[in-house]
Protein backbone atom coordinates (compact mmCIF):
# COMPACT_ATOMS: atom_id res chain seq x y z
CA UNK A 1 0.00 0.00 0.00
CA UNK A 2 1.43 3.42 -1.18
CA UNK A 3 1.77 6.03 1.76
CA UNK A 4 -0.90 8.13 -0.02
CA UNK A 5 -3.24 5.40 0.34
CA UNK A 6 -2.21 4.89 3.97
CA UNK A 7 -2.57 8.33 4.56
CA UNK A 8 -5.64 8.39 3.28
CA UNK A 9 -7.12 4.95 5.52
CA UNK A 10 -6.17 7.11 8.48
CA UNK A 11 -7.29 10.89 7.76
CA UNK A 12 -10.92 9.66 6.62
CA UNK A 13 -13.39 11.00 9.01
CA UNK A 14 -15.94 8.48 8.51
CA UNK A 15 -18.76 10.87 7.77
CA UNK A 16 -20.52 8.72 5.30
CA UNK A 17 -20.91 11.66 2.76
CA UNK A 18 -18.99 9.02 0.33
CA UNK A 19 -22.69 7.55 0.26
CA UNK A 20 -24.86 9.93 -0.68
CA UNK A 21 -25.20 13.68 -2.26
CA UNK A 22 -28.20 16.27 -2.22
CA UNK A 23 -29.68 16.43 -5.30
CA UNK A 24 -30.24 20.55 -6.72
CA UNK A 25 -33.33 21.66 -5.64
CA UNK A 26 -34.45 18.84 -4.07
CA UNK A 27 -34.79 18.61 -0.59
CA UNK A 28 -33.86 15.01 -0.18
CA UNK A 29 -30.60 13.02 -0.30
CA UNK A 30 -29.63 10.78 -3.46
CA UNK A 31 -28.20 7.73 -2.56
CA UNK A 32 -25.70 6.30 -4.39
CA UNK A 33 -23.60 3.75 -2.55
CA UNK A 34 -25.44 0.63 -3.82
CA UNK A 35 -23.39 -1.51 -1.49
CA UNK A 36 -24.28 0.65 1.83
CA UNK A 37 -27.94 1.46 0.30
CA UNK A 38 -28.44 -2.41 -0.11
CA UNK A 39 -26.97 -3.30 3.48
CA UNK A 40 -27.06 -0.52 5.55
CA UNK A 41 -24.43 -0.76 7.88
CA UNK A 42 -21.11 1.55 7.38
CA UNK A 43 -18.86 -1.25 6.61
CA UNK A 44 -19.78 -1.66 3.13
CA UNK A 45 -19.68 2.20 2.38
CA UNK A 46 -15.99 3.69 1.01
CA UNK A 47 -14.98 4.95 4.58
CA UNK A 48 -16.36 1.11 6.17
CA UNK A 49 -13.51 -0.30 3.41
CA UNK A 50 -10.48 2.26 4.94
CA UNK A 51 -11.29 0.52 8.28
CA UNK A 52 -10.93 -3.03 6.56
CA UNK A 53 -7.60 -1.59 5.44
CA UNK A 54 -6.52 -0.20 8.68
CA UNK A 55 -7.45 -3.66 10.08
CA UNK A 56 -5.59 -5.76 7.56
CA UNK A 57 -2.50 -3.28 8.33
CA UNK A 58 -2.64 -3.53 11.65
CA UNK A 59 -3.41 -7.28 11.90
CA UNK A 60 -6.14 -6.80 13.50
CA UNK A 61 -8.38 -8.61 10.92
CA UNK A 62 -7.32 -11.95 8.97
CA UNK A 63 -8.85 -12.29 5.30
CA UNK A 64 -11.81 -14.49 6.01
CA UNK A 65 -15.14 -15.09 4.31
CA UNK A 66 -16.60 -12.28 6.45
CA UNK A 67 -14.27 -9.97 4.94
CA UNK A 68 -14.78 -11.39 1.38
CA UNK A 69 -18.35 -10.57 1.98
CA UNK A 70 -18.23 -6.96 3.17
CA UNK A 71 -15.36 -6.39 0.57
CA UNK A 72 -16.57 -7.94 -2.78
CA UNK A 73 -20.00 -6.73 -2.16
CA UNK A 74 -19.34 -3.58 -3.92
CA UNK A 75 -18.54 -2.45 -7.62
CA UNK A 76 -15.99 -0.15 -7.10
CA UNK A 77 -18.44 2.41 -9.03
CA UNK A 78 -16.39 5.49 -7.42
CA UNK A 79 -19.26 7.05 -5.93
CA UNK A 80 -17.28 7.38 -2.88
CA UNK A 81 -14.78 8.67 -4.48
CA UNK A 82 -16.74 11.35 -6.49
CA UNK A 83 -18.53 12.06 -3.07
CA UNK A 84 -15.68 12.60 -0.76
CA UNK A 85 -15.86 15.95 1.02
CA UNK A 86 -12.07 16.01 1.29
CA UNK A 87 -11.13 14.99 -2.47
CA UNK A 88 -9.67 11.59 -1.30
CA UNK A 89 -10.13 8.11 -3.03
CA UNK A 90 -12.01 5.28 -0.87
CA UNK A 91 -12.26 3.48 -4.44
CA UNK A 92 -8.58 3.02 -4.43
CA UNK A 93 -8.27 1.81 -0.46
CA UNK A 94 -10.62 -0.42 -1.75
CA UNK A 95 -9.06 -2.63 -4.35
CA UNK A 96 -5.67 -1.99 -2.82
CA UNK A 97 -7.24 -4.08 0.64
CA UNK A 98 -8.10 -6.93 -2.87
CA UNK A 99 -4.77 -6.55 -3.56
CA UNK A 100 -4.03 -7.27 -0.24
CA UNK A 101 -6.95 -9.99 -0.10
CA UNK A 102 -5.26 -12.03 -2.73
CA UNK A 103 -1.65 -11.96 -1.81
CA UNK A 104 -2.43 -13.45 1.70
CA UNK A 105 -5.63 -16.33 0.55
CA UNK A 106 -4.32 -16.58 -3.13
CA UNK A 107 -7.40 -15.61 -4.84
CA UNK A 108 -10.64 -13.65 -4.75
CA UNK A 109 -13.75 -15.34 -2.84
CA UNK A 110 -15.92 -17.72 -4.81
CA UNK A 111 -16.17 -17.72 -8.87
CA UNK A 112 -14.18 -14.72 -8.89
CA UNK A 113 -10.86 -17.04 -8.83
CA UNK A 114 -12.51 -18.68 -12.13
CA UNK A 115 -11.99 -14.96 -13.45
CA UNK A 116 -8.46 -14.60 -12.78
CA UNK A 117 -7.29 -18.22 -13.77
CA UNK A 118 -9.50 -18.40 -16.83
CA UNK A 119 -7.56 -14.62 -17.83
CA UNK A 120 -4.19 -16.54 -17.61
CA UNK A 121 -5.28 -19.64 -18.92
CA UNK A 122 -7.67 -18.58 -21.84
CA UNK A 123 -6.61 -14.91 -22.20
CA UNK A 124 -10.47 -13.94 -21.33
CA UNK A 125 -12.41 -13.85 -18.20
CA UNK A 126 -15.18 -16.77 -20.06
CA UNK A 127 -13.21 -19.72 -20.18
CA UNK A 128 -13.75 -19.43 -24.05
CA UNK A 129 -11.21 -20.55 -26.75
CA UNK A 130 -9.53 -18.51 -28.41
CA UNK A 131 -11.66 -19.31 -31.90
CA UNK A 132 -14.78 -17.86 -30.23
CA UNK A 133 -13.09 -14.26 -30.18
CA UNK A 134 -13.52 -14.23 -33.24
CA UNK A 135 -17.00 -15.74 -34.57
CA UNK A 136 -18.77 -12.27 -34.25
CA UNK A 137 -16.75 -11.37 -37.61
CA UNK A 138 -17.92 -14.22 -39.40
CA UNK A 139 -18.74 -13.22 -43.10
CA UNK A 140 -16.48 -9.88 -42.52
CA UNK A 141 -14.50 -8.21 -44.36
CA UNK A 142 -12.41 -6.93 -41.60
CA UNK A 143 -8.20 -5.86 -41.95
CA UNK A 144 -6.19 -7.96 -39.50
CA UNK A 145 -4.15 -5.03 -38.01
CA UNK A 146 -1.23 -7.10 -37.46
CA UNK A 147 -0.90 -8.06 -40.82
CA UNK A 148 -2.24 -4.68 -42.49
CA UNK A 149 -1.26 -1.23 -41.80
CA UNK A 150 -4.11 0.54 -40.46
CA UNK A 151 -4.59 3.99 -38.49
CA UNK A 152 -6.53 2.95 -36.30
CA UNK A 153 -7.08 -0.49 -34.45
CA UNK A 154 -11.18 -1.48 -33.04
CA UNK A 155 -10.04 -3.49 -29.79
CA UNK A 156 -13.51 -5.33 -29.34
CA UNK A 157 -12.94 -6.53 -25.69
CA UNK A 158 -14.09 -10.26 -24.57
CA UNK A 159 -17.62 -9.35 -23.84
CA UNK A 160 -18.59 -7.78 -27.32
CA UNK A 161 -16.40 -10.58 -28.64
CA UNK A 162 -17.98 -13.90 -27.21
CA UNK A 163 -20.96 -12.96 -25.27
CA UNK A 164 -24.12 -13.82 -27.97
CA UNK A 165 -26.24 -10.97 -27.11
CA UNK A 166 -23.80 -8.58 -26.73
CA UNK A 167 -21.74 -8.88 -30.21
CA UNK A 168 -23.77 -6.01 -31.65
CA UNK A 169 -21.69 -3.63 -30.35
CA UNK A 170 -18.76 -4.99 -31.95
CA UNK A 171 -20.95 -5.35 -35.59
CA UNK A 172 -22.58 -1.55 -35.06
CA UNK A 173 -19.17 0.29 -34.53
CA UNK A 174 -17.56 -2.20 -37.58
CA UNK A 175 -20.37 -0.43 -39.54
CA UNK A 176 -19.75 2.71 -38.45
CA UNK A 177 -16.12 3.11 -38.72
CA UNK A 178 -16.86 1.17 -42.12
CA UNK A 179 -19.51 4.25 -43.06
CA UNK A 180 -17.09 7.12 -41.90
CA UNK A 181 -14.33 5.70 -44.06
CA UNK A 182 -12.04 4.88 -41.39
CA UNK A 183 -8.84 2.87 -42.10
CA UNK A 184 -9.07 0.16 -39.45
CA UNK A 185 -8.89 -3.17 -38.67
CA UNK A 186 -9.31 -5.56 -35.39
CA UNK A 187 -6.82 -8.36 -33.60
CA UNK A 188 -9.29 -11.36 -34.49
CA UNK A 189 -8.23 -14.05 -32.73
CA UNK A 190 -5.04 -12.34 -31.35
CA UNK A 191 -6.80 -10.03 -29.19
CA UNK A 192 -6.36 -11.09 -25.49
CA UNK A 193 -8.20 -9.47 -22.28
CA UNK A 194 -7.75 -6.02 -21.56
CA UNK A 195 -7.37 -7.45 -17.97
CA UNK A 196 -9.72 -4.86 -16.06
CA UNK A 197 -11.46 -7.34 -14.23
CA UNK A 198 -8.50 -9.18 -12.91
CA UNK A 199 -7.23 -5.74 -12.05
CA UNK A 200 -10.63 -4.98 -9.84
CA UNK A 201 -10.60 -8.48 -8.34
CA UNK A 202 -6.96 -8.37 -7.11
CA UNK A 203 -5.31 -10.27 -9.21
CA UNK A 204 -2.46 -8.08 -10.01
CA UNK A 205 -0.23 -10.60 -11.70
CA UNK A 206 -2.94 -11.95 -14.34
CA UNK A 207 -3.96 -8.44 -14.85
CA UNK A 208 -0.29 -7.26 -15.16
CA UNK A 209 0.40 -10.31 -17.57
CA UNK A 210 -2.31 -9.60 -20.29
CA UNK A 211 -1.73 -6.12 -20.25
CA UNK A 212 1.86 -6.27 -21.07
CA UNK A 213 1.14 -8.54 -23.84
CA UNK A 214 -1.12 -6.29 -24.96
CA UNK A 215 0.82 -2.76 -25.02
CA UNK A 216 3.80 -4.34 -26.84
CA UNK A 217 1.58 -6.28 -29.29
CA UNK A 218 -0.26 -2.72 -29.54
CA UNK A 219 2.98 -0.86 -29.90
CA UNK A 220 4.10 -2.69 -32.35
CA UNK A 221 1.11 -2.03 -35.37
CA UNK A 222 2.21 1.36 -36.22
CA UNK A 223 -1.50 2.59 -35.39
CA UNK A 224 -2.64 6.13 -34.38
CA UNK A 225 -4.82 5.19 -31.80
CA UNK A 226 -6.92 1.93 -30.36
CA UNK A 227 -10.64 2.48 -30.17
CA UNK A 228 -12.85 0.36 -28.24
CA UNK A 229 -16.70 -0.27 -27.54
CA UNK A 230 -16.40 -1.33 -23.75
CA UNK A 231 -16.32 0.95 -21.08
CA UNK A 232 -13.94 -1.30 -19.03
CA UNK A 233 -11.40 -1.67 -21.49
CA UNK A 234 -11.21 1.70 -21.97
CA UNK A 235 -10.71 2.63 -18.46
CA UNK A 236 -7.96 0.23 -17.77
CA UNK A 237 -6.22 1.14 -20.86
CA UNK A 238 -6.13 4.58 -20.76
CA UNK A 239 -6.12 5.23 -16.87
CA UNK A 240 -3.64 2.02 -15.93
CA UNK A 241 -1.84 0.88 -19.10
CA UNK A 242 0.76 3.92 -19.20
CA UNK A 243 1.52 3.18 -15.38
CA UNK A 244 2.92 -0.19 -16.68
CA UNK A 245 4.47 1.13 -20.16
CA UNK A 246 4.80 3.98 -22.54
CA UNK A 247 1.90 3.57 -25.06
CA UNK A 248 3.20 4.74 -28.42
CA UNK A 249 -0.96 4.95 -29.74
CA UNK A 250 -4.02 7.06 -28.15
CA UNK A 251 -7.00 5.22 -26.80
CA UNK A 252 -10.28 6.04 -27.45
CA UNK A 253 -14.08 4.89 -26.21
CA UNK A 254 -16.11 4.95 -29.13
CA UNK A 255 -18.39 6.76 -28.11
CA UNK A 256 -15.76 9.75 -28.06
CA UNK A 257 -14.20 8.99 -31.52
CA UNK A 258 -18.04 8.37 -32.67
CA UNK A 259 -18.64 12.11 -31.00
CA UNK A 260 -15.49 13.46 -33.06
CA UNK A 261 -16.90 11.73 -36.86
CA UNK A 262 -20.48 13.18 -36.25
CA UNK A 263 -19.40 16.64 -35.80
CA UNK A 264 -16.39 16.66 -39.08
CA UNK A 265 -19.52 15.42 -40.78
CA UNK A 266 -18.02 11.80 -41.67
CA UNK A 267 -21.72 10.63 -40.86
CA UNK A 268 -24.80 12.22 -41.67
CA UNK A 269 -27.77 11.12 -39.39
CA UNK A 270 -30.85 12.13 -41.26
CA UNK A 271 -34.03 9.75 -40.69
CA UNK A 272 -35.88 11.50 -37.84
CA UNK A 273 -36.37 8.59 -35.33
CA UNK A 274 -39.22 10.31 -32.54
CA UNK A 275 -37.85 8.38 -29.37
CA UNK A 276 -37.48 9.74 -25.92
CA UNK A 277 -34.71 8.15 -23.95
CA UNK A 278 -32.59 8.70 -21.12
CA UNK A 279 -29.23 7.61 -20.48
CA UNK A 280 -27.17 5.55 -17.82
CA UNK A 281 -23.71 6.70 -17.91
CA UNK A 282 -21.01 3.46 -16.68
CA UNK A 283 -18.94 4.44 -14.15
CA UNK A 284 -15.92 3.80 -15.88
CA UNK A 285 -17.10 5.69 -18.86
CA UNK A 286 -18.27 8.55 -16.56
CA UNK A 287 -16.59 8.91 -12.85
CA UNK A 288 -13.12 7.03 -13.88
CA UNK A 289 -13.01 8.51 -17.39
CA UNK A 290 -15.26 11.86 -16.98
CA UNK A 291 -16.78 11.20 -20.79
CA UNK A 292 -19.95 12.88 -19.90
CA UNK A 293 -20.88 15.25 -22.82
CA UNK A 294 -20.06 12.89 -26.15
CA UNK A 295 -22.36 10.41 -25.55
CA UNK A 296 -25.50 13.21 -24.59
CA UNK A 297 -23.61 15.32 -27.98
CA UNK A 298 -24.48 12.42 -30.29
CA UNK A 299 -28.31 11.81 -28.83
CA UNK A 300 -28.67 15.51 -29.49
CA UNK A 301 -27.29 14.88 -32.71
CA UNK A 302 -30.69 12.01 -33.60
CA UNK A 303 -33.37 14.29 -35.25
CA UNK A 304 -36.59 13.47 -33.10
CA UNK A 305 -34.85 11.86 -30.02
CA UNK A 306 -35.22 13.97 -26.26
CA UNK A 307 -32.97 13.26 -23.62
CA UNK A 308 -34.54 12.81 -20.60
CA UNK A 309 -32.28 12.69 -17.88
CA UNK A 310 -32.67 10.44 -14.22
CA UNK A 311 -31.92 12.44 -11.40
CA UNK A 312 -29.10 10.29 -10.58
CA UNK A 313 -26.68 11.19 -13.82
CA UNK A 314 -23.16 12.25 -14.77
CA UNK A 315 -21.02 12.01 -11.64
CA UNK A 316 -23.73 10.92 -9.49
CA UNK A 317 -25.12 8.10 -11.86
CA UNK A 318 -25.96 4.92 -9.91
CA UNK A 319 -24.13 1.86 -11.15
CA UNK A 320 -25.76 -0.83 -13.26
CA UNK A 321 -24.55 -3.49 -10.29
CA UNK A 322 -22.19 -5.62 -12.57
CA UNK A 323 -18.71 -4.36 -12.08
CA UNK A 324 -15.69 -5.29 -10.67
CA UNK A 325 -16.72 -9.59 -10.47
CA UNK A 326 -19.97 -8.45 -8.22
CA UNK A 327 -22.29 -9.76 -11.03
CA UNK A 328 -20.34 -13.07 -10.89
CA UNK A 329 -19.66 -13.78 -7.50
CA UNK A 330 -22.94 -12.08 -5.95
CA UNK A 331 -25.54 -12.01 -8.90
CA UNK A 332 -28.24 -11.32 -6.61
CA UNK A 333 -26.72 -7.78 -5.66
CA UNK A 334 -26.13 -7.41 -9.02
CA UNK A 335 -29.58 -7.76 -10.17
CA UNK A 336 -30.80 -5.74 -7.47
CA UNK A 337 -28.47 -2.82 -8.33
CA UNK A 338 -29.66 -2.95 -11.78
CA UNK A 339 -33.57 -3.21 -10.76
CA UNK A 340 -33.12 -0.14 -8.76
CA UNK A 341 -31.92 1.73 -11.85
CA UNK A 342 -34.43 0.59 -13.68
CA UNK A 343 -36.76 1.91 -11.59
CA UNK A 344 -35.38 5.12 -12.07
CA UNK A 345 -35.19 4.86 -15.77
CA UNK A 346 -39.08 4.03 -15.88
CA UNK A 347 -40.23 6.93 -13.62
CA UNK A 348 -39.03 9.40 -16.28
CA UNK A 349 -41.15 8.70 -18.37
CA UNK A 350 -38.92 7.68 -21.47
CA UNK A 351 -39.57 4.65 -23.93
CA UNK A 352 -35.93 3.61 -23.73
CA UNK A 353 -32.80 3.66 -21.80
CA UNK A 354 -29.55 4.01 -23.61
CA UNK A 355 -26.13 3.31 -22.44
CA UNK A 356 -22.40 2.96 -24.05
CA UNK A 357 -21.01 -0.17 -22.37
CA UNK A 358 -22.02 -4.13 -22.98
CA UNK A 359 -21.61 -5.22 -19.69
CA UNK A 360 -23.83 -2.71 -18.28
CA UNK A 361 -26.52 -3.09 -21.12
CA UNK A 362 -26.09 -6.56 -19.69
CA UNK A 363 -26.55 -6.29 -16.28
CA UNK A 364 -29.67 -3.42 -17.20
CA UNK A 365 -31.24 -6.24 -19.70
CA UNK A 366 -31.58 -8.63 -16.48
CA UNK A 367 -32.62 -6.36 -14.76
CA UNK A 368 -35.40 -5.35 -16.99
CA UNK A 369 -36.63 -8.79 -17.28
CA UNK A 370 -36.59 -9.80 -13.85
CA UNK A 371 -38.80 -6.44 -13.07
CA UNK A 372 -41.65 -8.38 -15.26
CA UNK A 373 -42.34 -4.63 -17.05
CA UNK A 374 -40.92 -4.17 -20.52
CA UNK A 375 -38.57 -0.95 -21.64
CA UNK A 376 -36.11 -0.54 -24.32
CA UNK A 377 -32.39 -1.13 -24.11
CA UNK A 378 -29.80 0.33 -26.52
CA UNK A 379 -26.49 0.50 -26.88
CA UNK A 380 -26.18 4.32 -28.53
CA UNK A 381 -24.59 2.74 -31.37
CA UNK A 382 -27.82 1.24 -32.41
CA UNK A 383 -29.60 4.55 -32.62
CA UNK A 384 -26.75 5.83 -34.44
CA UNK A 385 -27.48 3.36 -36.70
CA UNK A 386 -30.95 3.88 -37.30
CA UNK A 387 -30.91 7.45 -38.06
CA UNK A 388 -28.29 6.68 -40.28
CA UNK A 389 -29.54 3.40 -42.75
Not at 150 to 178: Q, S, W
Not at 179 to 185: E, K, N, Q, W
Not at 210 to 233: F, P
Not at 314 to 321: M, P, V
Request: with cysteine; net charge negative; charged share 25%.
Amino acid sequence: MTLSLEMLMYTCVRCKICTANLHPGEEEFLKLCPAFTRYGYFAYSGGGKCYLAQGLLEEALEPDEDMAEVLYHCTLCKTCAEQCATDQDPTSIAREVRNEFVRRTGAPPGDGKVIVKSTINYRNPYQQPKAMRYRWAKGLDIKDASKEQVDTLYYVGCTAAMIPERTHFALNTVKLLDAAGCRFGTLGRKEVCCGSTSFNLGGQDAFREVASENIDMINGLGVERVVTSCAGCYSIMKNEYPKLKRLNFEVFHFVEYLDELIRDGKLELTKKLDLEVTYHDPCHLGRYCELYDAPRRIIEALSGVELVEMPRNRENSWCCGAGAGVKTIYPDFALWTSEERIGEARETGAEALVTACPFCEGNLADGIAASGEGMDLYDITDLVLMALE
